[in-house]
């Protein structure tokens, strides 16, 4: 699948705005307040793709590592925000490429960890919820945006006809690879909803699990945190 990422990557960040009609800056924006970054913390933003979520987190002085499984999404962010960039790149914000199910940090090495529209993507989603929390000091936090269902029956009809008619053809006008956001469509529909997200990351050791709905429920903002 990483494969799939790496011919996308140039473009991603663009055509997640148009297919998003805007609103994926809106959930960034969410994702980093209540991250809500401080200077001296140290912060994992796993499937970080491009490091475009990464970048709003270290420009608040934390020290913040972009982990994304794609090799191309990885050499894109570096591309724009690295050192060899133009303007010399964010100094606290380093790329590693990863595996959430096998992150390769110490235990209890970060002050949160966050995850943004990357979990169904992962293959065994449960166990990254369990290496997240590895990874994350006593104490910690947990902060997951990702692709939900609307509560609303109506709205998530509008949703759905959105999805299936709308987006496959405006993919194939502004992405170089249509075809991965057909998967895109497909990833949305068959993940779950936000109470059976919640309990997921409850089994895995996670507590204080709460979220809040964005954009009527197209998208659901999770946190939760560590047990001291």
């Known amino acids: 699948m990483s494969g799939m990422f790496d011919q996308v990557a140039a473009g991603y960040d663009r055509t997640n705005t148009v297919l998003s009609v805007g609103n994926d800056k809106f959930w960034r924006a969410a994702t980093t307040r209540a991250v809500d970054p401080r200077p001296g913390q140290r912060i994992l933003d796993v499937a970080a793709g491009t490091g475009a979520s990464s970048v709003a987190l270290a420009r608040r002085g934390a020290a ?13 962010g570096e591309r724009r925000y690295g050192p060899r960039s133009r303007g010399g790149g964010i100094p606290n914000l380093s790329f590693v ?12 090495w970060f002050d949160t960890v966050t995850m943004s529209f990357g979990l169904r993507n992962v293959h065994d989603p449960r166990k990254a919820l369990r290496e997240l929390l590895r990874v994350t000091r006593p104490g910690g936090r947990l902060v997951i945006c990702e692709f939900s269902h609307p509560p609303s029956k109506a709205f998530r009809g509008l949703y759905r006809f959105y999805n299936d008619r709308v987006l496959p053809v405006v993919a194939k006008a502004v992405s170089s690879n249509a075809e ?28 204080d699990v709460a979220y809040r709905n964005l954009s009527m429920g197209i998208v659901a903002l999770h946190r939760a945190s ?3």
């Open 180 to 207: 991965a956001y057909d998967y895109l469509n497909e990833s949305i529909r068959d993940w779950p909803d936000q109470r059976t997200l919640s309990a997921w990351i409850r089994e895995a050791g996670w507590t």
């Open 64 to 76: 913040v590592v972009a982990a994304d499984f794609s090799p191309g999404m990885i050499a894109e």
């Open 226 to 228: 560590k047990p001291r």
């Open 97 to 108: 490429q990863a595996d959430a199910t096998e992150l390769p940090f110490e235990d209890g």
